[in-house]
């Protein structure tokens, strides 16, 4: 039994391990897909600047249909990471419940010895009766719009509705600086 348990607490360090490693890279590659989306938008915003003829402002439409395909790709980038950061909880939350982490001794009253080694609020989480399985409680998590990865997904939906203003702005600056009457441009050709 005690080999058992030793077993245990090796792979609970390599599981937690794992879980730093996965958030880790969660946030390298929101930091990869900022920087990109930074760097096309303060092209975007250049290129209004410098443009002066009709075909600049139709090489500049690639911009905001870059930047909004971008930020599809990066939602789906990270969300893998988080994914596999989930899923890391999910085994550590096994262990620690084989390991006797997760038990309350009730008839203690003191908050140290009462309470377990992993915060109530974790273990909360985890033993929610919603979720039938950890593949459940994954992709339960996977979507909530509250945790970490659900804040990534907020900022590249930002990143996407910006791609989308700056395409129509785009536009619109194109045909009112090149067609002096807008409604003659549009429907007399």
């Known amino acids: 039994m005690n080999n058992q348990k030793n077993n245990f607490i090796?792979?609970?360090?390599?599981?937690?391990?794992?879980?730093?490693?996965f958030l880790n890279e969660h946030q390298k590659r929101i930091s990869f897909y900022v920087s990109l989306l930074t760097?096309?938008?303060?092209?975007?915003v250049i290129g209004f600047f410098y443009s002066k003829?009709?075909?600049?402002?139709?090489?500049?439409?690639?911009?905001?249909?870059?930047l909004?395909?971008?930020?599809?790709?990066?939602?789906?980038?990270?969300?893998?990471?988080?994914?596999r950061f989930l899923e890391?909880?999910?085994?550590?939350?096994?262990l620690e419940h084989r390991l006797g982490m997760d038990l309350n001794d009730q008839?203690?009253?003191?908050?140290?010895?009462?309470?377990?080694?992993?915060?109530?609020?974790?273990?909360?989480?985890?033993n929610n009766s919603e979720y039938k399985s950890s593949k459940e409680w994954v992709n339960?998590?996977?979507?909530?719009?509250?945790?970490?990865?659900?804040?990534?997904?907020?900022?590249?939906?930002?990143?996407?509705?910006?791609?989308?203003?700056l395409l129509i702005v785009i536009i619109l600056l194109a045909l009112f600086k090149f067609c002096t009457n807008l409604l003659a441009c549009l429907f007399y050709t």
């Open 10 to 21: 090796e792979l609970y360090k390599i599981v937690t391990e794992e879980a730093h490693y």
């Open 39 to 44: 760097a096309l938008i303060g092209g975007i």
């Open 53 to 66: 003829y009709w075909y600049h402002y139709l090489l500049l439409v690639l911009g905001p249909i870059t």
């Open 68 to 83: 909004i395909r971008i930020s599809s790709i990066a939602k789906l980038g990270t969300e893998r990471m988080y994914q």
């Open 88 to 94: 890391a909880i999910t085994v550590r939350a096994k």
């Open 107 to 126: 008839n203690n009253k003191s908050w140290l010895k009462n309470e377990p080694l992993i915060t109530k609020r974790h273990m909360d989480s985890r």
């Open 140 to 165: 339960g998590h996977l979507n909530k719009r509250e945790n970490y990865h659900g804040i990534t997904v907020k900022l590249f939906d930002f990143s996407t509705i910006l791609g989308w203003i």
